[in-house]
């Protein structure tokens, strides 16, 4: 699938065995990393509409990392041994008429093993942790017109 505009970032072909939950039939995506850059785009292989800005929450949640814990079974979905230093990336929803009001996904962070080409979208059971946490500061959050589910398009 060709995307266009993304000749100048580094691209990795991640599979998610389980595919990214509401996206369960797309298993192939590009991880676009630009140098230099805060905001990665994770795009579909699959289909061009697929696709989500990502962010390594730890950015600005220093602590956040402390928080992932993976069970057996999604170490034994990643294929993880204990050489394995796992990325952590979470997705952002994008406000158009502000970008203040953007949020990050802290709630369901994406998992990605470089050394199998592995990667899965996990829901964390702690309840303190926000799937539309204020990226930026504690402001109001009610973007509706022009929000963009972690999807751009």
């Not at 795009?43 to 950015?59: K, T, W, Y």
């Not at 600005?60 to 979905?77: I, K, N, R």
Request: glycine share 6%; charged share 25%; aromatic share 8%.
């Amino acid at each position: 699938m060709n995307h266009e505009g993304v000749n100048d970032m580094s691209r990795t072909l991640i599979r998610f065995p389980k595919g990214i939950p509401g996206f369960e039939g797309y298993f192939q995506y590009h991880l676009m990393e630009e140098e230099n850059s805060l905001l990665t785009q994770l795009l579909s292989a699959e289909d061009v509409h697929a696709r989500f800005i990502i962010v390594r929450p730890q950015i600005f949640f220093p602590d956040y990392l402390s928080t992932v814990d993976l069970g057996q079974e999604e170490a034994e979905l990643l294929e993880v041994t204990p050489d394995d230093k796992l990325e952590v990336w979470a997705i952002l929803t994008l406000c158009q008429q502000d970008m203040q009001k953007t949020t990050i996904n802290l709630r369901a962070p994406i998992v990605i093993n470089r050394r199998t080409g592995k990667g899965a979208q996990f829901i964390l059971s702690k309840d303190s942790l926000l799937s539309r946490q204020p990226l930026f500061s504690e402001l109001e959050t009610d973007c509706n017109e022009g929000t963009m589910e972690g999807v751009v398009g």
